[in-house]
């Protein structure tokens, strides 16, 4: 039986790529090879939305030429952001390499398995979605759920819309076919993905009634038996309405959690981004989801050292931080991607050591909001759904919240399984607690 080793970079959109290219591999009579070494075919998802995510791509590239010399009848492909991005020049650059293809592509790596194929390949049309592929999921319990692709945003320092292309919206009867095969096969959460998964379904016709939304789509998903949780990533605040903030606190399993990027807190670099949001309507729409769902978790993401950043504009950023008080945040230093429109500016650019303090002082301000407001946990029970053993204490168990905070505690209970956890303890990143039964049975 032939093998493959395939690595996974980036985002959650990768991570549900790469369980479909599993998927389609096995079918198709491929077993996992545990180490690289050992894989016939040698795969890797790539990522290319910071220079650091391409930097630690090439250096696993370099494994694979390696084994190529050795073995040469191994077959080494490609797939994701980066080939995407690189696609005109990466059978130039990197000849060892027999097969190329972008996120649209992924059913075509079947295509080149499967034929005699000894000239390499490249694929890089936006036609399918991965979500149509059979799918080899890491958790029994736990399925994403690809709603859309592509991405009609154009923010200034992005690469993606150029790798994954215009958006397209799955029409919303075959997601809710798809949620509830999921839920016969054990899943209990759900996490809808797509680049801006709240603009779902504008591409779609109209048919008899309304377009279906993205908070209708929760609804539909929402009513499927078996489905405890339904997650999403990523919202864009510029569409972040009330219908989709209501459903948290109207559907039963909708989480209270919101990933609601910022980027910058300064209107004047907002637009620079092209963020078509100002500090202002961002503001707006966290008090909308602060009334509707008081307890909500909210985080968020932060770019620092966009060019053309003054001290001011960065002390804006600082101000929504210190206002908004997000429950964590994944903070970026800037980084000019191929082809991007911020990439080309000039001027302004802000130098190393000032992006380095800035990113110090951002990070202090975020990991003291991310532990204040993870006290209000402690002292309350909450339903955590088990993910497997902790990792810093194989005695413990480790799971999720439906906030979205990873809790290690004290307990008896399987994976997949929901159970509640008191809570004792917080630090700004995991709760600590313990299992309700065993504390019951304490006393
Ligand atoms: N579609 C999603 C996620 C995009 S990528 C969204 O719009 O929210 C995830 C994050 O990476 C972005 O939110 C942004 O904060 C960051 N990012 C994207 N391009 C970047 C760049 N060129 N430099 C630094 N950070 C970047
Ligand atoms: Fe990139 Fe902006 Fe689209 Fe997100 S919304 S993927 S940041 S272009
Ligand atoms: Fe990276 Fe592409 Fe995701 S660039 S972050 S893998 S959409």
Redesign the pocket.
């Known amino acids: 039986m032939k093998r493959y080793h395939l690595t996974t ?6 991570e549900h ?1 790469s369980e479909r290219m599993k998927g389609m591999l096995e079918s198709l009579g491929y077993s996992e090879a545990p180490e690289r070494s050992e894989a016939d075919v040698i795969l890797f ?5 910071r220079e650091t ?1 391409d930097r630690r791509f090439i250096s696993h590239l370099g494994e694979a030429k390696r084994l190529k010399r050795e073995q040469p009848e191994r077959v080494i492909g490609v797939g ?3 080939a ?2 690189l696609k005109d020049e990466v059978f130039a650059r990197f000849p060892f390499v027999d097969v190329a293809f972008g ?1 649209g592509q992924v059913n075509r790596l079947a295509e080149f398995l499967t034929s005699d194929s000894l000239t390499a390949q490249g694929y890089f049309e936006f036609e399918g979605f991965t979500g149509h592929l059979p799918a080899r999921r890491e958790r029994t319990f736990q399925g994403w759920l690809q709603i859309s692709v592509g ?1 009609n945003c154009a923010c200034s320092y992005c ?2 819309p150029s ?2 292309g215009r958006e397209v919206s799955r029409p919303p009867q075959e997601l809710v076919a798809e949620v509830q095969a999921m839920a016969a096969d054990g899943v209990r959460e759900v996490t809808l993905l797509g ?1 801006n998964v709240n603009s779902y379904g504008r591409d779609l016709p109209r048919g008899d009634g309304e377009r279906p939304g993205f908070a209708s789509l929760l609804g539909m998903l929402d009513e499927i038996e078996g489905i405890e949780r339904i997650r999403y990533t990523s919202p864009h605040p510029k569409d972040m309405r009330e219908d989709v903030i209501r459903a948290h606190s109207e559907l039963q399993s909708v989480c209270e959690h919101i990933h609601l990027p910022l980027q910058s807190g300064s209107s004047r670099i907002l637009k620079a981004m092209r963020r078509t949001y100002d500090r202002e309507r961002y503001l707006s729409r966290v008090a909308m989801i602060r009334e509707h769902v008081p307890d909500v978790a909210l985080t968020t993401d932060i770019i620092v050292g966009f060019p053309g950043e003054s001290e001011e504009d960065f002390q804006q950023t600082l101000d929504v931080v210190e206002q908004v008080s997000y429950d964590s945040a994944f903070t970026f230093v800037f980084s000019p991607r191929r082809g991007t429109e911020a990439a080309e500016i000039g001027e302004g650019i802000v130098a190393h050591p000032v992006k380095v303090e800035r990113m110090e002082r951002l990070v202090e301000a975020v990991q003291r909001h991310a532990k204040e407001r993870a006290q209000r946990f402690v002292g309350r029970t909450v339903e955590v759904l088990v993910e497997g053993t902790s990792r810093t204490d194989p005695d413990r168990l480790r799971g999720r919240t439906r906030h979205n905070k990873v809790v290690n505690f004290a307990g008896l209970a399987a994976p997949g399984e929901l159970t509640d956890v008191e809570i004792l303890s917080a630090t700004s990143q995991t709760l600590r607690g313990e299992e309700r039964l065993l504390a019951r049975t304490a006393v």
Do not use: E, K, L, Y
Request: with cysteine.
């Open positions: 970079f980036g985002c959650q959109m990768n790529d998802n790539t990522c290319s939305i995510a994701g952001c980066w995407q991005s996120p991405c690469i993606v790798t994954r680049q």
